[in-house]
C-alpha cells in the first residue's frame, strides 16, 4: 500500500519525540515515563510521534528502527522523515552512518561504540524508511522534520515516493539554471531551497560572507532560522539541536531536539549518567515538554 508524502496526523493526545540518533536507552526510558509500554500502549489511548533523524551516532540505529517500526506498524506512532533517513535511502555515506554500511564510526581516533547492520537489517530499515511521510497535519498540529513551509509541503499530496520526487525536483533544477551563469554557491542553495524534499527535510539555506570553517570544510551556506516567520497552525519540529541551550521556535512552532545524538561526546569524556544532552518529547495539547529522566517542564 502506497501512502500520501503529506500524510494526516493521529487524533487524539500525542507526544511528539525529538530526534533520537540511535539511543535506544533514552528513548525507552522517555516512553516509560511518557506512560508507554513497551509495545507503545498507552492508557490514556496517546499516540507517538517521531520527528525523524531516529539514526546514526548513537550507540543503536536498528533498535530504534525496529522499535519505531514496530509501533508504527501498530498504529501507536507515527514518524517523519528525516535528512539521515534520506541520506541512507539516497546512499549518501556520510561520516556518522556507517553503521549501515558495517563500518565503525570514528572521531579524532575515538572510536564510538555502534551496533552495525547487515544485509538483512539494512534492506529492512530502507524499506521502513521509504515508507515514511515527509509532513504530517491536523487542524490543530503540524509535523515536519526541519522546516515547514506551506506552499510545498502541499505539493507533497499528489506523491508516494520520496526518492522518485527529490530526483525529478532536482532535474527541474538542473534543467532551470542550466544557462543562468549562477556559481557553485548559488547552484548548491537552488538545490537546497527549491527542491520540496531537501527543504522540508533540512530546512532552507543562505550565502553567507565571508565563508567560514566547520567540520574540516570551508562553508557557503548557512541554516535560516525559518521559524521567525513561522505564522498559523503550531508547527513542531527536530533537526536544529537546542543542545547550545538556546530554544527555537516561536508563539506557532517548537523544536523538540534537545541534543541527543551528541551525548556519544558526553560518554567519551566519561559521563555515565545525569546528560547534559537529552531526548524529549512535546506533550499535545498540554505543551508539557518530558525528558528522558522523568523531569519536565511548562512550555
Ligand atoms: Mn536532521
Excluded at 59 to 66: E, H, T
Excluded at 147 to 162: E, I, N, R, V
Amino acid at each position: 500500500m502506497t501512502h500520501s508524502l503529506l500524510a494526516t496526523l493521529s487524533p487524539g493526545p500525542l507526544d511528539i519525540v525529538g530526534d533520537v540518533h540511535g539511543e535506544i536507552d533514552p528513548l525507552l526510558s522517555l516512553m516509560h515515563h511518557l506512560g508507554y509500554n513497551k509495545d507503545g500502549w498507552h492508557p490514556n489511548n496517546r499516540k507517538l510521534v517521531f520527528v525523524g533523524d531516529l539514526t546514526d551516532r548513537g550507540p543503536d540505529s536498528l533498535a530504534v528502527v525496529n522499535l519505531v517500526q514496530t509501533l508504527t506498524e501498530a498504529r501507536r506512532a507515527q514518524c517523519v522523515l528525516g535528512n539521515h533517513e534520506l541520506n541512507i535511502l539516497l546512499e549518501q555515506r556520510k561520516h556518522d552512518n556507517g553503521w549501515f554500511y558495517g563500518e565503525e564510526f570514528s572521531d579524532n581516533g575515538y572510536i564510538v561504540p555502534q551496533r552495525l547492520a547487515n544485509d538483512t537489517s539494512r534492506n529492512r530499515v530502507l524499506k521502513f524508511f521509504r515508507s515514511l511521510p515527509i509532513a504530517l497535519e491536523r487542524e490543530d498540529l503540524r509535523v515536519i522534520h526541519a522546516c515547514w513551509h506551506t506552499a510545498m509541503t502541499q505539493s507533497l499530496k499528489a506523491s508516494t515516493d520520496a526518492i522518485t520526487l527529490i530526483d525529478q525536483h532536482a532535474d527541474l533544477i538542473t534543467k532551470r539554471i542550466e544557462h543562468s551563469g549562477l556559481d557553485q554557491v548559488d547552484t548548491s542553495l537552488e538545490h537546497q531551497n527549491q527542491n520540496p524534499v531537501r527543504r522540508l527535510t533540512s530546512g532552507p539555506e543562505a550565502r553567507i560572507c565571508p565563508p567560514f570553517f566547520a567540520s574540516g570544510k570551508t562553508r557557503h551556506e548557512q541554516r535560516v532560522h525559518w521559524w521567525n516567520d513561522h505564522k498559523g497552525i503550531f508547527c513542531v519540529f527536530g533537526h536544529y539541536s537546542i543542545a547550545d541551550g538556546k530554544p527555537r521556535g516561536n508563539d506557532s512552532s517548537f523544536c523538540i531536539d534537545y541534543g541527543v545524538g551528541k551525548r556519544w561526546t558526553e560518554r567519551r569524556n566519561g559521563t555515565t549518567s545525569g546528560f547534559a544532552l537529552k531526548l524529549a518529547a512535546l506533550r499535545w495539547p498540554e505543551k508539557l515538554v518530558v525528558f528522558d529522566e522523568g523531569e519536565s517542564k511548562q512550555l
